[in-house]
């Protein structure tokens, strides 16, 4: 998402806390997204997801997140949520992830906080 920044620019103090996913095709890392547990809430935020450039549209993404929902359920996490570009709720939408009233801006860019809840047993 941020190719023309260093990498020190995506890093995050929790970093370490994350459990980071990767995506490969010939031996290429194509996509990325970390995944933050917060225990005590059993929720978990998915962040720095993307793909690169030339493999956006072919569903790479979507296989990824796909499977990073179905870990998190394995947790037992009762909701994921992720702080969406605006422009990006409709893809969020096909994984079930909805809209709340929670929006803000950073960089310059429109966010909206989408959530999904799972249902417990």
Request: charged residues 20%; glycine residues 6%.
């Amino acid at each position: 998402m941020w190719p023309n920044m260093p990498l020190d620019y995506v890093k995050l103090p929790k970093d370490k806390n994350g459990i980071h996913y990767g995506l490969f095709v010939d031996s290429e890392l194509i996509a990325v997204l970390s995944l933050f547990i917060i225990p005590d809430q059993k929720t978990a935020q998915f962040r720095k997801f993307a793909t690169l450039k030339n493999y956006q549209g072919k569903g790479y993404g979507s296989q990824l997140l796909n499977y990073v929902i179905g870990e998190a359920k394995n947790q037992k996490i009762t909701k994921i949520w992720c702080n969406a570009r605006i422009e990006k709720i409709a893809f969020y939408k096909k994984f079930g992830l909805q809209e709340t009233k929670h929006t803000f801006v950073k960089n310059n860019m429109s966010y909206v906080i989408m959530e999904k809840p799972f249902l417990t047993q």
